[in-house]
């Protein structure tokens, strides 16, 4: 499955790939040539940590380099008025009686924690196109669906996050 990317997704990616291969990557490798250094690689924990580390960097940077590669690019802007790919939406779900916020956003900034879901989820997909005051069914599996009322949309600001691990 090709994930969904905006330009500013690539462009924070490509930004953190350099930092992992340029001062990261550099500084554990310093860190394996220390514990090295400590004698016996067989029972030299420090060793083995820094290694494992160094690898984990290695992954990371793989992961972000595929994810580049298998994405569709995506355009981020929608009108102001409409909900899309960073967009905030305050909901009212008819069911609870109840009102949640939540930010719609590409996979890679997906937090459920924080409220943040990706336009391809049952709610993203949704929610897509439609504007304040629009009654929406949100189809979770056939035989499962609930209603609700789009009562604001905003923009969403992703400049602190970072790219998520899977």
Known sequence: MKHQLTEHDIRKMKEEIEHRKVVVRKELLEHVKEARAHGDLSENFEYHAAKKE??????????????????????EETAKDTVGINTTVELFFEEDQETDTFSIVTTVLVDTLENRVSIESPIGRALKGHKVGDRVYINVRPDFGYYVVIRSISPFSDDSLSINEF
């Open 54 to 75: 160094k690898n984990r960097n290695e992954s990371r940077i793989r992961y972000l380099e595929r994810m580049i590669r298998n994405s569709n690019v995506v355009e």
